[in-house]
């Protein structure tokens, strides 16, 4: 596509319900990443996949949190249980390669809030 | 691991005037970096980066960066800033060889008439 497509844009739910954010990156890139931003937070890193493989999901703040990607292009990022302290705007961004000098686009974010 | 600090959280300047929002990043290895910035309701955008060659690097909007290894150092500066230059921007630093990238807190520029 012709950029990082995020849903949905905005999503209320339940404590305790688990939510499915979807990315899907600029068509042939094959880095993806997640981020959360929370209210006058920086970009907190979650997850980092290179083609279907996640070398590094370091960020991941807890075991409720999980990612997958499927294909080389489409994300998945799954919260489960959701919590208050989850709320957030999640950020996905893909780039074309291995090296961490290439330039990251960013989607617009799912904003989720957990009531 | 990479922290980035930006010091100042909000920016409030009058049109015309010039700015410098301030980075400052903790490691000296080998690194790349960015700023990003976000308009309001829009999602985050490459304004700059700094890869190699010449330390101060340019936007086509008139921001620039200086890269100063001795001071771990990016800060972003324009000479005279518009009323459409109102928007929160983000620092970034990735170590060159890892594909991770590390963001501040951004700062907010409020600019006034």
């Known amino acids: 596509g012709a950029g990082v497509s995020q849903s949905p844009s905005n999503k209320v739910t339940e404590k305790g319900k688990d939510v499915e954010l979807r990315c899907d990156p600029i068509?042939?890139?094959?880095?993806l990443y997640w981020y959360r931003q929370s209210l006058g937070q920086g970009l907190e890193f979650l997850i980092y996949?290179?083609?279907?493989?996640?070398?590094?999901k370091s960020g991941l703040p807890s075991d409720r949190f999980s990612a997958e990607r499927t294909g080389g292009s489409v994300s998945t990022l799954t919260i489960q249980r959701t919590q208050q302290e989850d709320s957030a705007v999640y950020l996905c961004?893909?780039?074309?390669?291995?090296?961490?000098?290439?330039?990251?686009?960013f989607g617009e974010g799912s904003w989720l809030t957990v009531v | 691991a990479q922290s980035v600090t930006q010091l100042d959280s909000q920016v409030p300047v009058f049109e015309e005037a010039p700015v410098e929002l301030r980075c400052n990043y903790s490691?000296?290895?080998?690194?790349?970096l960015f700023w990003y910035v976000q308009y309001p309701n829009q999602g985050l955008q490459l304004l700059l980066k700094?890869?190699?060659?010449?330390?101060l690097v340019e936007s086509i909007n008139g921001f620039e960066a200086e890269f100063n290894k001795s001071q771990t150092s990016f800060h972003l500066r324009k000479p005279s800033v518009h009323i459409s230059d109102t928007a929160e921007y983000f620092c970034?630093?990735?170590?060159?060889?890892?594909?991770?990238?590390?963001f501040g807190s951004g700062t907010k520029l409020n600019v006034k008439p």
């Open positions: 961004a893909s780039s074309s390669g291995r090296n961490s000098g290439n330039t990251i686009y």
């Open positions: 996949f290179q083609g279907n493989s996640a070398p590094d």
């Open positions: 490691s000296s290895v080998s690194v790349y």
């Open positions: 068509s042939g890139h094959t880095a």
């Open positions: 970034a630093v990735s170590e060159s060889g890892f594909n991770k990238f590390y």
């Open positions: 700094y890869l190699s060659g010449s330390t």
